[in-house]
């Protein structure tokens, strides 16, 4: 099976009103390459669900969005996304905010097929009152109440991984995965973009297969993009782009406001983007943050 | 153990918040922010070699990484994963001591970090989201660090928006007692406080050199109790500034509390 595909064959097959799933965590490992395509269409009415950075920020800002399920959307050392700030400051939005850890439990009741996973996280807190979806319950087993985190469906999960080969083996050599296998797992389609494509015969030493996180099954599509996750991180390949944060967040205080950024730098394809941010060798010189 | 004559206020603050985690026995030790992170750092690296810890972003260490950057040649004490899925798996065991910053700290320890004024529509300012608060208030202990004590972020009435849960009657999930709700310590640029009062009530623990109950109080929205005797926050001793010394090579703790004064202001 040969699950290779573009950008723009991933975005055809996305739909208004979809819930998507995006991968990687604030400003690490994002498949910011497949978001660029999405502000590059005319999709709309989105529903997002992520542990949020710039993916949150840029297709709030591009009005891509009806309502976005978050813990936090962030830049990490920048704190607030200046463009989720703004979507939520004008109410343009609608949220369903909740705890990092029932954003998981969510993901992992819709990969089992379950309505919900009990937690008590989330008790006492404006988490169960800003959110009348989500339902507080007795337990059979004992005398307290319990939240009933609902699953989290997906109609489609985006996800930047560092390797993969054509039949969907995606592989995440950095240190951390995030929640990246949970995602994959919860949506009807997973869509991957990859730093390197590699064959099969790559995956055959063990030392590199321990690094893959789901199986090829829960992978729907392959697109190869080198630097695809600039200006979030792709560790180890490469760190951050910090200056390119910094002007994006501060586009978010001028004038032209996010139409000036996506001017400066967005371009017709991921090849125009890459040249108007100094090419992928400077991408893959970026270097790895220190934390 | 010399106690030290000059120090500054972040170093008192961090030889005061890392007593939090004296005690704690082997847990895992989260200090965010940069006083948080180094009072973990010296409770492992002295009252507390039991600690976990982790280099904030996905091994667990057996000693603390220095602050900041590392020379090329570093390396670090890695022990095992710990990726963020993986936390959750040890904030609900219970297993772990949080110590973090919040917006708002309400009377009765509740705490905000996501939006402030307006509507919860639309808010006025919209800040981080409710991260990991909710989980972390309800499944371990927790403690505050304020590097500015004032009414804004200890302010009259409920927090705008609850991200963890607190001491509050009202909102007691059924089945609960309020005692199972964990609060330790709140560490201020003023003041060292915890919920030990009369009904959970914010009480005085200790106050920094040169500050007095009532400065605290003045930067309180709401009534804090003071017992009749309340000592004052101990001074680091040399040995506790020569850790902190080590654990931050960069000096990035003078850069987290504004002017960085003097740790006794008499």
Known sequence: MDKRMTAADVVAQLEDGMTIGIGGWGPRRKPMALVREILRSDL????LVSYGGADVGMLCAAGKVRKVVFAFVSLDFIPLEPYFRIARQSGAIEVMEIDEGMMLLG?????????FIPTQVGLGTDIIKRNPDIKVIDSPYDDKEWVAMPALHLDASLIHADRADARGVCQIAGPDHYMDDWFARAAKQTFVSCDELVETEYFHDPAQARLVHWERSATTGVVPIPGGAHPTSCAPLYGFDVPHFKAYTGSAKD??????????????????????VGGLEAIRTIELPTY | MTTATDYTLAELCIVAASQAFADEGEVLATG???IPRLAASLAMKTTNPDLMMTDSEAWMLSEPNPVGKRPADFVPATESWMGFSQIFDNVWSGKRHAMLGPTQIDRWGQSNTSALGG??????????????????????????????????VFMEGECDFVSSIGYNPARLPKGHSLDDIDIRY????????????????IRLVSVHPGISAAQVQENTG??????????????????????????????QRAAQIKDNPPGDRS
């Not at chain 2, 709140?186 to 009530?201: A, E, K, R, Y």
Request: aromatic share 10%; net charge negative.
């Open chain 2, 186 to 201: 709140v560490i201020t640029d003023l003041c060292v406080m915890d919920f030990g009062g009369p009904d959970h009530q």
């Open chain 1, 255 to 276: 004038e032209a406001g996010f139409q000036g950024y996506v001017e400066t730098y967005l371009g017709a394809s991921e090849a125009d983007y890459q040249a108007n």
């Open chain 1, 44 to 47: 709309k009415d989105l529903t």
């Open chain 2, 32 to 34: 965010i922010g940069v």
């Open chain 2, 222 to 251: 709401y009534p804090v109790f003071v017992p009749d005797v309340v000592p004052t926050t101990a001074a680091p001793t040399q040995a506790q500034l020569a850790v902190i010394a080590q654990m931050d090579p960069h000096n």
């Open chain 2, 119 to 152: 509507t919860y529509e639309q808010p006025k300012v919209m800040m981080l989201g409710a991260r990991g608060f909710p989980g972390n208030s309800i499944s371990h202990p927790n403690s505050f660090f304020v590097p500015s004590h004032n009414t804004r």
């Open chain 1, 107 to 115: 993901l992992r009741a819709a990969a089992w097929g379950l309505p």
